[in-house]
Each structure stands twice: as structure tokens, then as C-alpha cells.
Nanobody
Framework: QVQLVESGGGLVQAGGSLRLSCAASGRTFRSITMGWFRQPPGKEREFVARINWSGSTKYYADSVKGRFTISRSNTKNTVYLQMNSLKPEDTAVYYC????????WGQGTQVTVSS
């Protein structure tokens, strides 16, 4: 069992940066794929990025490629999402998820980008 808790969201101006963190409990963290999803207001939840257990393989949605970076620390049981050059369309609730079938989810953290 893995429990996930996100932090680091907030209000930022367009062009700014934020770093989200997702702290995980449970021994299996270091062996599972982790990812970030987001749900913009009034829209469906969408994939943002994922990283394999070792950190050697990363995938990004086209909308964030080149601006966002996913990383993880298996010693700290934490996955990060560094978000640069933020745009108003990045405004969403951001969720951390884990597992091959995304069986583990955090409660979400709000990111608001003002124009």
C-alpha cells in the first residue's frame, strides 16, 4: 500500500515557476512508476508526466514538454514536478499518482497561474 501527499501548489504569475512535491509512504514506492496528472477547471483529468522506478525513463504530455521536469528521490520517497514558464492554461488541480495501473492517488494540490 502506498499513500501519497502532494504539496507546493499555489498562485503564481504567468512565466513563473513552482515545484510540486509528492511524499509517499510505503516500502513499494521505490519500485513503482510515479506520475503527475492535472484537472483544469471544468475539464477531464489529463496526464502530465511519468517516471519509472529508477528515474531513467520519463514521459511528458506535449503541452508541458520543455517546461516541466519530473524527478524522484527513492531515498526520500518523494517525486517532484518542476514547472517553469507557467501559463494560465496550466491552472489546475495537480495530482500525484503511482503504480502500473495508477492505483495510488494523492488528494491533489491547486495550481493557479494568473495572466
Amino acid at each position: 500500500q502506498v499513500q501519497l501527499v502532494e504539496s507546493g501548489g499555489g498562485l503564481v504569475q504567468a512565466g513563473g515557476s513552482l515545484r510540486l512535491s509528492c511524499a509517499a509512504s510505503g516500502r513499494t514506492f521505490r519500485s513503482i512508476t510515479m506520475g503527475w496528472f492535472r484537472q483544469p477547471p471544468g475539464k477531464e483529468r489529463e496526464f502530465v508526466a511519468r517516471i519509472n522506478w529508477s528515474g531513467s525513463t520519463k514521459y511528458y504530455a506535449d503541452s508541458v514538454k520543455g517546461r516541466f521536469t519530473i524527478s524522484r528521490s527513492n531515498t526520500k520517497n518523494t517525486v517532484y514536478l518542476q514547472m517553469n514558464s507557467l501559463k494560465p492554461e496550466d491552472t489546475a488541480v495537480y495530482y500525484c499518482a503511482g503504480g502500473d495501473d495508477w492505483g495510488y492517488w494523492g488528494q491533489g494540490t491547486q495550481v493557479t497561474v494568473s495572466s
